[in-house]
C-alpha cells in the first residue's frame, strides 16, 4: 500500500529558529513529491522535487529529496509566525488519474 | 483560489439527510478530485474525475457518490449522511503541470457537520 509518512506531527518554536520538516514515502512508482503550505483554508503549492539532491528554494524556504531513501525534509530558516502552518507532504504515484497521496502533515507553530 | 468554487462553505445537518457538495472551476481542467480533512489523517481522496462522466473511487469512498455532467462542475453527495462524514472537503483540479507531473489546486473547503 502507498503511503506518505509526515514527523514530527506538532512543532512549537519561537521566531528566528530553523525547523526541519520529515517526509517519508513508500509508492510503487514515483513521479514527484510536493509541498503545501496550508494556514486557515485550503492548501496552497510550496515545491515539486522529482530529482534527487537538487534543492528547491523559495526565500526562507528550502526542500530537498532522497530517491534512494525514499525522504524529503523542508527547511524553513529564521522562522516567523507568518510561517504558522499545517505543512503537507504529498507523492505523486505516477498513475493515469494524477491522484496525490498525503501525509497527515505537521503543524508548525511559530511564537514570537 | 478564484477559479474553484466550493458551495456550501459550511452546512450542518442531521444524520440520515442527504447532501450535496458543489465544485464550480473556470480553469477548463480536465481533472477534478474530492478530498476529506480529518485529524489524525491529512487528505483522503474520496473520489475523481477525468473527464465528463467519466468518474472513479478513491481510498474512501464508500457512502459517497459523484457526478460530473459538465466540464466545470463536479458534485459529491452524501445519499445518507452519518456522523463519521463530519469532515472538511476539499475539491482540487489538476492546476499546473512542471514537466509532465502535477499540481493540484484547491478549493477553499467546504465544512460539514452531521449531527
Known amino acids: 500500500e502507498d503511503k506518505v509518512v509526515q514527523s514530527p506531527l506538532s512543532l512549537v518554536v519561537h521566531e528566528g529558529d530553523t525547523v526541519t520538516l520529515n517526509c517519508s514515502y513508500e509508492v510503487t512508482n514515483f513521479r514527484s513529491l510536493l509541498w503545501y503550505k496550508q494556514e486557515k483554508k485550503a492548501p496552497t503549492f510550496l515545491f515539486m522535487l522529482?530529482?534527487?539532491?537538487i534543492e528547491k528554494k523559495s526565500g526562507r524556504l528550502s526542500s530537498i529529496l532522497d530517491k534512494k531513501e525514499l525522504f524529503s525534509i523542508l527547511n524553513i530558516t529564521a522562522t516567523q509566525t507568518g510561517d504558522s502552518a499545517v505543512y503537507l507532504c504529498?507523492?505523486?504515484?505516477?498513475?493515469?488519474?494524477?491522484?496525490?497521496?498525503f501525509g497527515s502533515g505537521t503543524r508548525l507553530l511559530v511564537r514570537p | 483560489d478564484a477559479g474553484i468554487t466550493q458551495s456550501p462553505r459550511h452546512k450542518v445537518t442531521e444524520t440520515g439527510t442527504p447532501v450535496t457538495l458543489r465544485c464550480h472551476q473556470t480553469e477548463n481542467h480536465r481533472y477534478m478530485y474530492w478530498y476529506r480533512q480529518d485529524p489524525g489523517h491529512g487528505l483522503r481522496l474520496i473520489h475523481y474525475s477525468y473527464g465528463v462522466k467519466d468518474t472513479d473511487k478513491g481510498e474512501v469512498s464508500d457512502g459517497y457518490s459523484v457526478s460530473r455532467s459538465k466540464t466545470e462542475d463536479f458534485l459529491l453527495t452524501l445519499e445518507s449522511a452519518t456522523s463519521s462524514q463530519t469532515s472538511v472537503y476539499f475539491c482540487?483540479?489538476?492546476?499546473?503541470?512542471?514537466?509532465?507531473?502535477?499540481?493540484?489546486?484547491f478549493g477553499a473547503g467546504s465544512r460539514l457537520t452531521v449531527l
Open positions: 482540487a483540479t489538476q492546476g499546473q503541470e512542471h514537466s509532465g507531473a502535477n499540481v493540484l489546486t
Open positions: 504529498a507523492v505523486d504515484p505516477m498513475d493515469s488519474s494524477y491522484k496525490l497521496i
Open positions: 522529482t530529482s534527487s539532491g
